[in-house]
């Protein structure tokens, strides 16, 4: 059985007042959703304030990226994983396209970060997912499969707990173009076949994997239809507390 996440990517939208406005609304909407992990991921900086917020509530809360290193060190500009845990996060969202494309994150850069929020026992969630132009070109899987194999490389059994695998298409993220149900399960079926090679079939058949890409209340019944789609990354729809409950208690 494969719980359930629903994940809502505020990226650098809300100022602060604005982030606690949302949360607090957010609370009595989702207080009954035990069906599913319900996280929510502020920008570094309000992250200490949401979860001080949310405390005892269902809700958990997400860093939005972490260092490549753990050790407190001479890194100037990065938050540890370990400091972000010391402030309330209990995931983090890790090689989100937005960072791959516009901050030139490699799969090795992903895979550094995802071992630091590990070490730090917090739990990842690690964005995969082809650009327009590779699926067109017939090579989605194969750039997704890289991205999960080098992403996830080196990590043991016991590590792949506390991963979430997040599949999304560059092509969908706030497009309006949200994959097809059937695409999407087609990826995810992919990407379970790709985790039985590297980390055996019992790991593939429990890991989470996520799907995300212009997610709203209008579609993610469909999508959590799919067997293989194990819950939703929502960038836009996430914004707005009523939207982002509606997906939340999408039964
Ligand atoms: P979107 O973003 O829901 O606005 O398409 C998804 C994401 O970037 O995680």
Redesign the pocket.
Known sequence: MRKPVIAG?W?MYKLLSEAVETALALKPLVANANHCEVVIAPVFVQIKTIADRLEGSNINVAAQDCAPVEKQSANTGEVSAEMLKDVGCSHI?IG???RRQFYAESDNAVNQKTKSCLTSGLKAIV?VGEMLAEREAGKAEEVVKTQVVNGLAGLTTADMERIII?Y?PVW????GKTATPEQAQEMHAFIRQVLTETHGKVVADSTRILY?????PENIKELMNQEDVDGA??????LDANSFAQIVNYK
């Open positions: 990517n990226k969202i989100h396209s937005e964005c997040a999304e969908a993220i706030g497009t995300g890409g212009s997610v709203k990354l929502v960038g836009g729809a996430s």
